[in-house]
Each structure stands twice: as C-alpha cells, then as structure tokens.
C-alpha cells in the first residue's frame, strides 16, 4: 500500500485519467473528490463489495 499526506485541495495522480483531491478534512473524516472517465467505475468498498457478492454464485 502507498501511503501519500495530502492537505485539503491537494490531489494525486492515479495513471493519466484519475485525480483524486482531498476536498475537506473535518476530524477523522475526509472528503474525496474523484475524477475519472466515465467508463472507470469508482464506488465506496462497502458497495463494491455488495455488488460482487451478487455476481458471484453460492458454493455446492
């Protein structure tokens, strides 16, 4: 895992297409913008996680 220190309206690169910028940091919690193309899918993990379980048939 790489692990980056961004203050508030600071961004990082991922590939040539994804910006992610640190929009507000209020306590523990911090708020993400995310820019990417549309056909990159981006979602919370929880959700990600929610939406595989789905596609993935139960076990014999």
């Known amino acids: 895992m790489l ?3 961004r203050r508030s ?3 990082i690169m991922i590939g040539k297409d994804i910006v992610v910028t640190v929009l507000e940091v209020r306590g523990e919690q911090v708020r993400i ?3 990417a193309p549309r056909e ?3 979602h919370r ?3 990600f996680e929610a939406l595989h379980e ?3 048939p139960p076990s014999a």
């Open 9 to 11: 309206n600071q961004s």
């Open 3 to 5: 692990v980056l220190t």
């Open 33 to 35: 913008g995310i820019k």
């Open 54 to 56: 789905s596609e993935v």
């Open 40 to 42: 990159v899918e981006v």
């Open 45 to 47: 993990e929880e959700v």
